[in-house]
């Protein structure tokens, strides 16, 4: 499927000559972003915060949510975050340690290996076999081993019981997030 960028025009007339005068602020293309276990295609966690914000700005627009301090999750390995619709990037030490997809579908993500936000347990383990493991804690999370770190997340519904194969997958997130005991 072919996306093109949506093009932001402005028009304004020329006082005195009367002309109309038409120019065009072309926005990022809705691309689908590929995460893997080291971060996203083409963005690797490590990398300097002024490279990742580039990046990301170039392929999702400006942020929603501008780069900002968390001093709050300094002793859970983050100290600035920037966010997009419904994604965040963690940075500490002025580089990227993770990123954090969903609740939500913008911008438009999935692993290397397929799996979508919204997409099933059950899927996960037909993508991600003897590879993925599940949690009841915080009411359900899923982890998937790759050759080149872990991808995890949180599930819905929400039950503190043994996930069903019918639970969705809310959240995509790669690195570190902040505490534990901080996010849903």
């Not at 580089?95 to 397929?114: D, I, N, Q």
């Not at 979508?116 to 590879?131: D, E, F, H, V």
């Not at 019918?166 to 690195?175: E, M, P, Q, R, S």
């Amino acid at each position: 499927m072919c996306i093109r960028p949506l093009a932001v025009i402005t028009l304004s007339v020329l006082i005195g000559s009367g002309t109309l005068v038409a120019s065009a602020a072309a926005a990022p293309a809705r691309a689908t972003l590929v995460v893997s276990g080291n971060g996203l295609s083409g963005l690797h966690l490590g990398s300097s915060e002024t490279s990742a914000m580039s990046f990301l700005t170039a392929k999702l627009g400006r942020p929603s949510g501008k780069l900002s301090l968390t001093p709050g999750f300094k002793l859970c390995g983050v100290s600035a975050v920037a966010s997009w619709s419904s994604m965040n990037a963690y940075f500490n030490a002025n580089r990227l340690v993770g990123l954090s997809f969903g609740p939500g579908h913008l911008p438009v993500v999935e692993t290397a290996a397929g799996l979508k936000l919204g997409s099933t347990l059950g899927q996960a383990r037909i993508l991600y076999p003897k590879r993925l493991t599940t949690s009841n804690s915080q009411g359900g999370a899923w982890f998937a081993s790759t050759p080149v770190g872990k991808i995890e997340g949180f599930l819905n519904p929400s039950t503190y019981r043994a996930p069903t194969p019918a639970a969705k997958i809310l959240t995509i997130d790669v690195g570190v997030v902040g505490c534990p005991a901080e996010t849903p």
